[in-house]
């Protein structure tokens, strides 16, 4: 069965980055795209940017433009993304997706990364 | 980007009652690529409705979508005690993509 499973919680301090990962099992790693989404407490889901798991592509949204990178790693099939320049906003909870196209409906989710950012 | 209006913000029925959740875009979504997703407290979502109306694998029947260009409809024909979570609508036809912010059920 098709499973995302991301890493564990992360405490960071402002300023620093922090990198989460998704890795995918039950399918074929490369057919699909990797969204990343993030909902802050109490507030809704915020789309960040997509990952071609074929060739590696990328499109962010432009609120995290410079800040945020997203990779992946085809031997291991896992998705990575990272955000850096971290401030308290940028609490929340960090989902990965999946979609069957560019423009596709995100079929699974991953459990979601808890990220702190603290002093 | 288009942005999508969810209304009512909250929603209070029984069980057994029929729910009917709005989400309308500013501008019209390309070829339908509207998804809605249900949430429940510390869960992710779970993707119920795609392309407007065609359900996901494993969703129910009471579960049912409609719409096109700016309006959009999530119908629950008839409430089930687990159907009670937060709903939120989605478009994917143009980048950004951008979610409503959220319609919760709650039970009365």
């Known amino acids: 069965q098709v499973q995302l499973v991301q890493s564990g919680a992360e405490v960071r301090k402002p300023g620093a980055s922090v990198k989460v990962s998704c890795k995918a099992s039950g399918y074929t790693f490369t057919s699909y795209y990797i969204h990343w989404v993030r909902q802050a407490p109490g507030q809704g889901l915020e789309w960040m940017g997509i990952?071609?798991?074929?060739?590696?592509?990328?499109s962010y949204a432009q609120k995290f433009q410079g800040r945020v990178t997203m990779t992946r790693d085809t031997s291991t099939s896992t998705v990575y993304m990272e955000l850096s320049s971290l401030t308290s906003e940028d609490t929340a909870v960090y989902y990965c997706?999946?979609?069957?196209?560019?423009?596709?409906?995100?079929?699974?989710w991953g459990q979601g990364t808890l990220v702190t950012v603290s002093s | 980007e288009i942005v999508l209006t969810q209304s009512p913000g909250t929603l209070s029925l029984s069980p057994g009652e029929r729910a009917t959740l709005s989400c309308r875009a500013s501008?019209?979504?390309?070829?339908?690529?509207l998804a809605w997703y249900q949430q429940k407290p510390g869960q992710a979502p779970r993707l119920l409705i795609y392309?407007?109306?065609s359900r996901a694998t494993g969703i129910p029947d009471r579960f049912s979508g409609s719409g096109s260009g700016t309006d959009f409809t999530l119908t629950i024909s008839r409430l089930e005690p687990e159907d009670f979570a937060v709903y939120y609508c989605?478009?994917?036809?143009?980048?950004?993509?951008?979610f409503g912010q959220g319609t919760k059920l709650e039970i009365k």
């Open positions: 392309g407007a109306s």
């Open positions: 997706a999946r979609a069957p196209f560019r423009l596709g409906h995100f079929d699974y």
């Open positions: 989605q478009q994917y036809g143009s980048s950004p993509s951008t």
């Open positions: 501008q019209s979504v390309s070829s339908s690529y």
């Open positions: 990952i071609n798991l074929s060739g590696g592509s990328t």
